[in-house]
């Protein structure tokens, strides 16, 4: 998965599930990342990039604090396919 879509797509589950970043770092740091607690706001903003293993670790603190909350959504880690993410329609002007 491009750094892009998984930008977006970390981003889109902490909005969706309203998760304090604040606690997010605690948890992202405690899985050996060392980005700031800025640099992950900014990231999750979309303001700044981050290397491939900061993102991991930040999709791995989201996805464990959504399957402590029982949350539904997850975090994609680099290494994700999109297509199967969200498998692809075999004609692509149908809505099936």
Same mark, same amino acid.
């Given at each position: 998965?491009?750094?892009?879509? *998984? *930008?977006? $797509?970390?981003?889109? +589950?902490? @909005?969706?599930?309203r998760l304090d970043l604040g606690q $997010?770092? $605690?948890e992202f740091v405690s899985l050996g990342g060392d980005a700031s607690e800025? +640099?992950?706001?900014d990231y999750c903003a979309g303001e700044t990039s981050l290397p491939p293993k900061e993102r991991d670790a930040l999709a791995q603190a989201v996805n464990e604090h959504c399957a402590a909350e029982g949350l539904p959504l997850r975090a994609p880690f680099s290494d994700s396919l999109l297509f199967? $993410?969200?498998? *692809?329609?075999?004609?692509?002007?149908?809505? @099936?």
């Open positions: 998965m491009n750094e892009a879509d *998984q *930008q977006a $797509l970390t981003g889109a +589950v902490i @909005k969706e599930h $997010l770092w $605690l800025g +640099v992950i706001r199967l $993410l969200h498998p *692809q329609r075999t004609d692509p002007y149908s809505s @099936k």
